[in-house]
């Protein structure tokens, strides 16, 4: 069966510092990646999604990147952090057509002071 | 327009009732939709997924989908409080590749 993790788990960072986030996939191949952010009492926003290594299409200009290194391993980065940036990070896999269900990994809390 | 509205609520329900739960969309070129349920504090959790018009049942959850007056919803019958819970609604374009589009969800409270 397939299994999504992520970390780290919660995350508090200042304002101004770097910040990288980890998402790994098992038990699939080439599955279709995705990086959604859910500020509070907001709903998802999709960030980034990638079908295949180094390959990202962006969804919001903002400060923050994605990268996918390898098949199975989607990073999620920022050279400066921001206040707004603060919210609950969800990776998502999915295994492409035809049915497109997207499967969503624990999440990573992260809070900007 | 939204692309994906939903009723944010709360809903409340007693225990054992049906809970109804609805979602429009704006793109008639929508082709797959999705029902997750979210706890608090949790990442979202997929239940159930409806591709053509009609009902679709899987145990105490139907989704239901007519893509004429592009609507979709969730029915959970005999509720229990561990039903109290976000259920969002997400909505697959053609046009956005593989990306789902959600909405704000709609939180459920059943009593018991």
């Known amino acids: 069966s397939q299994t999504i993790h992520q970390w780290p788990a919660t995350l508090v960072q200042p304002v101004g510092s770097p910040l990288s986030l980890e998402c790994t996939v098992e038990?699939?191949?080439?599955?279709?990646l995705y990086w959604y952010r859910q500020a509070a009492g907001r709903g998802l926003q999709l960030l980034f999604y990638?079908?295949?290594?180094?390959?990202i299409s962006s969804e919001v200009p903002q400060n923050l990147s994605a990268s996918r290194p390898q098949d199975r391993q989607f990073i999620l980065s920022s050279k400066k952090l921001l206040l707004s940036d603060s919210g609950f990070y969800l990776c998502?896999?999915?295994?492409?057509?035809?049915?497109?269900?997207?499967?969503f990994g624990p999440g990573t809390r992260l809070t900007v002071t | 327009q939204k692309e994906v509205e939903q009723n944010s609520g709360p809903l409340s329900v007693p225990e054992g009732a049906i809970a109804s739960l609805n979602c429009t969309y704006s793109?008639?070129?929508?082709?797959?939709f999705f029902w997750y349920r979210q706890y608090s504090g949790k990442s979202p959790e997929l239940i159930m997924s409806?591709?053509?018009?009609g009902d679709k049942e899987d145990g105490r959850f139907t989704a239901q989908l007519n893509k004429a007056s592009q609507y979709v919803s969730l029915l959970i019958r005999d509720s229990q409080p561990s039903d109290s819970a976000t259920y969002l609604c997400?909505?697959?374009?053609?046009?956005?590749?593989?990306?789902?589009?959600f909405g704000k969800g709609t939180t459920l409270s059943v009593s018991s």
């Open positions: 998502a896999w999915s295994p492409g057509g035809p049915t497109y269900e997207q499967y």
């Open positions: 038990g699939t191949s080439n599955p279709n």
């Open positions: 990638s079908v295949g290594i180094g390959q």
């Open positions: 793109d008639r070129g929508s082709q797959s």
């Open positions: 409806i591709y053509s018009n």
């Open positions: 997400a909505v697959r374009r053609v046009q956005a590749g593989t990306a789902l589009i």
